[in-house]
C-alpha cells in the first residue's frame, strides 16, 4: 500500500471520529435540556461550530456533503430545543427550519416529525396555536408517508392539547380517543401514558372529576408496573393528579402523591421540576399547618433554584418563606425574602418566566408586608388579559383561580366592589367545576370583605360554608384564618357566647400546632439571628445544666464520704457497747444496770443521729423525694420510708441495717413489706422503680 492511501485512510478515519463525536454530543445535548439546560445548549453551541469548521474542510477537499450534514442537522435541532428551554424562540425557530431544510434534502421523514413536533413546541410556547397545528398535520402526514406510527399517539395528544387552547373541545375529545385507541393497537405504553394524562386534564376542564379520576390513576398504575418512574411525564401527571385531588379537598393524599413525584425527580436528576413540585408541596403543608416541613422544602426549593439561576421560582420560594416567617413570627427573617423575593421579581420576566397564579402569590405576600417596589397596575393588566384570555379559548377550568387572584388584586388597588365581582364570579365556576379547596379561599375573602363593609351577616354566611369545606379538607391554617374573623364578626353582632367559642377553637387550633410549629422553624433558621439568639439560649442551658451535674456529683460524694465515716462510728460505738456488756462484775448489780442502760442509749443515739446525718444529707441532694413518696403512699411508715432512702442510694443491705442498727433479715422484712404496699410486680426492681419515682 503507498503512502498516499495510508495518509488518505487517516484522514477518512479521524473525519469519522469528528463526526461520530459530534453525533454523542448532539445526542447528550438533547436528552441534557430537562436536566440541566445551560450545559445542553453550550455542549450543542460547541458542536455546531465544530461541525461548521469541518463542513469547510471537506467542501475544500470536495467530500460527499451528506454525512456531514445528517449531523449537522442532528446538532442544529439539539441547540433550537436548548434555545426554546430557555425562550430564545426567534433564534431557535431559524435553526430548526435550517435543521428542517437539511433533513428534507437527505428524504429522512422519521426525524422530520421530530423536528415538525419541536416546532409546533416554540409556536405553542408564544400563544402561535394556529401555526403548531399546521406543524402537527404536517408531522401526521410524515408519519403516514413513511409507513411508521411509533410518535402518532404523541401526536394526537398534542393536537387535543392545541384544539383545547383554541376552543374546540369536542375535536379534542376526539383527537385524544384516537391517539389512545392507535397506543393501545400498537401496544404503546408510553403513548398510553401520555395520553392519559392528558385525558385527566380534560375530563378536569369539562367538570368530569370521575373520569380525570380514573384516567390519572391508569396512567401512574402503567408507569409502576413497567418501571418508567423517572421521566418528565410521570411527574407530570403525578402533579396534575394532585391539583385534582386539592380541588377535590383531598388535601393528605395529595401530599403523599407530591411526595412521589419529588422522589421521581430526583431519581431522574430534574431539579428544576423537584424545585416547583417542592414548593406546591410547601404550599400544600401550609394549608394543613405543617410549618415546619413547609419551611424546609421552600429552603430547600430556594437553594436548587439559586443554583439553577431559576429566578422566577425562586423569587416565589422567597414569597412563601416571606410569609411562613410572619406567621411563625420571625419578622426579621419575613423582611429579609420578602426583599429578595421583590428584587428577583423584578429582574425575571414575568410574562413568560412565572404563571399568573404565581406572580399573584408574591404580589400579595409582598404587598400584605408593606412593600410596594413593583408597578401594581402592570400586574393588574396582566391579570385581566389572562382571564379574557382563558374566556376567549372556553378554557374555563382555571379561571376561578385567576379571579380570585384578580379580585384580591383590586382590593389592593382599593377597588373594593371590583374585587367583590371577581371573588363572586369566581365562586359560581367554583360550584360548577367543584373545586372545594378554591372555592372554600374564595368563601373566606368574600366573607372577608363583607365583614369589613360591614355586612356581617353576609360575612357570617360565608365564613361557616367556607369552615365547612376546610373542615372536611382537613385545611388547619384556613380553619384558623376563618374562626379568627368569627369571632371578632361575632362580638360585633352581640353574639358574646358565639365569639367566645370561635375564641376557643382558635386557641385549640394553634395549640395543636404551636410545638411542632416553633421546634422545626428553629431548626431550619440556621442562618439567621433569631436562631443565633436561640442557639445562645442553648449555650446558657448547657451552662448551667453542667454545673448542676457537677453540684449534684460533689454532693453525692460529700453523702458516700459522710455514709463512711457514720459507718466508722456506728462500728466503733457498736463495740464499745459489746465491751462493756461484757464487764461481769457480779458484786454490783447496780452497776450492772447501769452498764445495760448506756448501752441501750448508746444504740438510741446511735440509730437517731446516723438517720438525722443521713437525712439531711439526701434532703440536700433531692429534696422533693421523701414528699413525693409520702404523697404517693401514705400507707408508708417512718421506718419503710427511710428504708426506700437508703435504696434508692443503692445501699446494699447489710449497710442499710448498720445505719438502720437492725439486723439485715429485718431489713429484707421491710423490703417485703414495701413491694407489698407500692404494688410491684416479681420482675420490676426496687432500687430501680424507687431511683426513677
Known amino acids: 500500500m503507498q503512502h498516499n492511501d495510508i495518509a488518505r485512510l487517516r484522514r477518512k478515519a479521524a473525519v469519522n471520529r469528528g463526526l461520530r463525536r459530534a453525533m454523542a454530543e448532539a445526542e447528550l445535548a438533547e436528552r441534557l435540556v430537562p436536566i440541566d439546560n445551560k ?3 453550550s455542549i450543542a453551541h460547541a458542536t455546531v461550530q465544530r461541525l461548521g469548521a469541518m463542513m469547510k474542510k471537506a467542501a475544500a477537499r470536495n467530500a460527499r456533503p451528506k454525512p456531514y450534514h445528517e449531523v449537522q442537522a442532528r446538532a442544529l435541532r439539539a441547540l433550537a430545543y436548548a434555545l426554546k428551554t430557555v425562550k430564545r424562540y426567534a433564534e431557535a425557530e431559524d435553526l430548526l427550519r435550517e435543521s428542517i431544510r437539511l433533513y428534507e434534502s437527505l428524504n429522512d421523514g422519521l426525524h422530520l416529525v421530530g423536528c415538525m413536533e419541536l416546532l409546533h413546541l416554540i409556536y405553542r410556547d408564544q400563544g402561535r396555536y394556529t401555526e403548531a397545528l399546521e406543524a402537527l398535520d404536517r408531522a401526521l402526514a410524515l408519519e403516514s408517508q413513511v409507513g411508521e406510527q411509533w410518535q402518532e399517539a404523541a401526536i394526537h395528544s398534542a393536537r387535543g392539547i392545541l384544539l383545547m387552547l383554541l376552543g374546540r373541545p369536542d375535536e379534542a375529545g376526539r383527537a385524544y380517543a384516537r391517539g389512545l385507541r392507535l397506543a393501545r393497537k400498537n401496544d404503546d405504553i408510553r403513548g398510553q401514558i401520555l395520553i392519559l394524562g392528558d385525558l385527566g386534564l380534560f375530563f378536569n376542564s369539562r367538570n368530569e372529576g370521575d373520569k380525570a379520576y380514573a384516567a390519572f390513576t391508569e396512567a401512574i398504575a402503567l408507569h409502576r408496573r413497567h418501571r418508567l418512574l423517572g421521566n418528565l411525564n410521570y411527574m407530570t401527571i403525578l402533579w396534575n393528579y394532585a391539583r385534582l385531588l386539592i380541588n377535590r379537598g383531598q388535601l393528605r393524599e395529595a401530599s403523599a402523591i407530591i ?24 404550599r400544600l403543608l401550609i394549608s394543613l399547618a405543617d410549618y415546619g416541613p413547609a419551611l424546609e422544602d421552600l429552603q430547600q426549593a430556594s437553594g436548587i433554584c439559586e443554583s439553577l439561576a431559576f429566578v422566577s421560582c425562586e423569587a416565589l420560594a422567597q414569597a412563601l418563606m416571606a410569609e411562613l416567617y410572619t406567621t411563625l413570627a420571625y419578622p426579621k427573617a419575613a423582611v429579609e425574602a420578602a426583599r429578595r423575593s421583590t428584587r428577583l421579581l423584578a429582574a425575571c420576566d414575568t410574562d413568560k418566566s412565572v404563571d399568573i397564579l404565581e406572580i399573584f402569590r408574591i404580589i400579595y405576600v409582598l404587598t400584605r408586608g408593606g412593600n410596594t417596589d413593583f408597578d401594581i397596575d402592570h400586574f393588574s393588566a396582566l391579570f385581566s388579559s389572562e382571564k379574557e384570555a382563558r374566556l376567549k379559548q372556553d378554557n374555563l377550568h382555571k379561571l376561578p383561580g385567576i379571579l380570585l387572584a384578580y379580585g384580591l388584586l383590586r382590593e389592593i388597588q382599593g377597588d373594593r366592589a371590583a374585587a367583590r365581582r371577581e371573588l363572586e364570579e369566581g365562586l359560581a365556576l367554583c360550584e360548577h367545576f367543584k373545586l372545594r379547596h378554591t372555592q372554600s379561599e374564595t368563601l373566606y375573602h368574600l366573607g372577608r370583605l363583607n365583614a369589613a363593609d360591614g355586612a356581617n351577616a353576609a360575612a357570617t354566611s360565608h365564613f361557616q360554608q367556607a369552615l365547612e369545606l376546610s373542615r372536611q379538607a382537613g385545611s388547619l391554617d384556613l380553619m384558623r384564618r376563618i374562626h379568627r374573623e368569627m369571632a371578632v364578626v361575632c362580638e360585633a353582632l352581640g353574639r358574646f357566647r358565639e365569639a367566645l367559642q370561635h375564641s376557643k377553637l382558635l386557641r385549640g387550633l394553634e395549640r395543636k400546632t404551636r410545638n411542632s410549629e416553633f421546634v422545626d422553624a428553629a431548626r431550619q433558621l440556621r442562618k439567621n439571628a433569631e436562631y443565633r439568639r436561640l442557639q445562645r439560649e442553648q449555650a446558657a442551658d448547657r451552662e448551667e445544666l453542667a454545673a448542676l451535674r457537677q ?10 464520704a459522710k455514709t463512711i465515716h457514720l459507718d466508722h462510728i456506728s462500728d466503733y460505738l457498736s463495740r464499745l457497747g459489746a465491751q462493756l456488756k461484757k464487764e461481769d462484775d457480779e458484786s454490783d448489780a447496780a452497776f450492772r444496770r447501769r452498764i445495760a442502760l448506756f448501752s441501750d442509749e448508746i444504740d438510741r443515739q446511735l440509730a437517731e443521729t446516723d438517720w438525722t446525718q443521713f437525712e439531711q444529707e439526701a434532703a440536700d441532694q433531692d429534696e422533693s423525694f421523701l414528699l413525693r413518696l409520702a404523697r404517693r403512699f401514705p400507707a408508708l411508715t417512718n421506718t419503710e420510708r427511710k428504708v426506700c432512702s437508703l435504696l434508692r442510694l443503692n445501699n446494699t443491705r447489710e449497710e442499710v441495717s448498720r445505719l438502720l442498727s437492725v439486723s439485715p433479715r429485718a431489713v429484707q422484712s421491710y423490703r417485703y413489706r414495701i413491694r407489698k404496699k407500692l404494688a410491684l410486680p416479681a420482675d420490676v426492681n426496687l432500687n430501680a422503680y424507687l431511683l426513677e419515682l
Not at 263 to 275: K, N, P, T, V
Not at 553 to 559: E, I
Open 39 to 41: 450545559e445542553a445548549l
Open 551 to 560: 453540684q449534684h456529683a460533689s454532693l453525692q460524694r460529700s453523702l458516700q
Open 259 to 282: 411526595q412521589q413525584g419529588i422522589a421521581a425527580a430526583e431519581r431522574a436528576g430534574l431539579q428544576r421540576d423537584r424545585a416547583m413540585l417542592l414548593i406546591d408541596h410547601a
